[in-house]
């Protein structure tokens, strides 16, 4: 499990490619990578009107196994599975799903309502509701 | 990711990694991810179906082969939205499983729980030989 940044991606980010994050230049959800992108779990970040959506493909995981905080600028999603080990009398013939931990860490906006952020487990997969807090221009009077 | 074949005898699911062959459905293994276990009374498979809902999963037996397919239905919602990050694949996916001889076809069971679905395949009593009188 690697929290710490190894590498900020700078090219192949999928935020990059996308002509509608330009504006944002680089800034919010960007993402400390791991390097192994077979072993992370697959991630969609969508923006309304009203809030950010984080979902994340957790097949196979309970509520329990889940672990989401904030540590200062960051969403960190944590998750580790509760296996029943394979006994003896079992063979395995395939084992092509990954039984191991999971963690994940977003960068996140400045404008959000930390303190309204939302989540929910469904068919194995995670729904993280991150609330805008778009503050107004504030004017500042000369005296 | 990496395909473990633990079992050199079981030579009946080869034709599983036959079945990655340019198709316009993706059959790519980490699309659908699977488990194959085996024990005394019957056989396991597991994938990985997440977000999949019951009623878009189809499950097909025919001619010795198990064909998972699943075809989600896209939702469209009006509301304007930006797309900061897309990995989550949420296309339509197939996945072809070889079954051995020994399987009670008629006895499948299905079950998908936290984007999770497994197949138990219980094992048939294997059949007697049969002599052949010549006439």
Not at chain 1, 15 to 35: K, N, T, V
Not at chain 1, 44 to 49: G, L, S, Y
Not at chain 2, 80 to 93: A, F, L, T
Request: glycine share 4%; charged share 35%.
């Amino acid at each position: 499990m690697i929290l710490i940044p190894k590498k900020i991606m700078t090219e192949h980010d999928p935020i990059s490619m996308l002509p509608l994050y330009d504006r944002y230049a680089r800034g919010f959800f960007r993402e400390h990578e791991s390097g192994d992108r077979s072993r992370t779990l697959p991630m969609d970040i969508i923006e309304n009107d009203k809030d950010y959506l984080i979902l994340a493909n957790l097949p196979g995981f309970e509520k329990k196994d889940v672990t989401i905080s904030t540590r200062k600028d960051h969403l960190i999603i944590e998750a580790k599975p509760d296996n029943q080990p394979v006994d003896d009398k079992t063979k395995v013939h395939y084992s092509e799903r990954f039984n191991g931990s999971y963690a994940r860490a977003v960068h996140l906006p400045e404008t959000i309502d930390r303190e309204n952020i939302k989540a929910s487990m469904n068919d194995g997969v995670l729904m993280i509701t991150i609330p805008k807090n778009v503050q107004p221009n504030k004017e500042i009077v000369v005296e | 990711m990496r395909l473990l074949r633990r079992d050199s005898d079981w030579s009946l699911f080869d034709d599983f990694l036959n079945s990655f062959t340019n198709d316009r459905i993706s059959r790519d293994s980490r699309l659908m991810a699977v488990d194959v276990l085996e024990n005394d009374e019957g056989y396991q498979v597991m994938a990985n179906l997440p977000g999949v809902k019951r009623e878009d999963l189809k499950i097909t037996v025919k001619a010795n082969e198990l064909l998972l397919e699943t075809c989600p239905e896209k939702v469209d919602n009006e509301q304007k939205k930006i797309v900061h990050m897309k990995e989550r694949y949420d296309g339509c996916y197939q996945r072809v499983i070889k079954l051995p001889e020994n399987c009670d076809q008629d006895s499948i069971k299905a079950n998908l729980k936290n984007g999770v679905l497994t197949i138990s395949i219980p094992k048939a009593d294997p059949k007697p030989d049969k002599t052949i009188t010549i006439e």
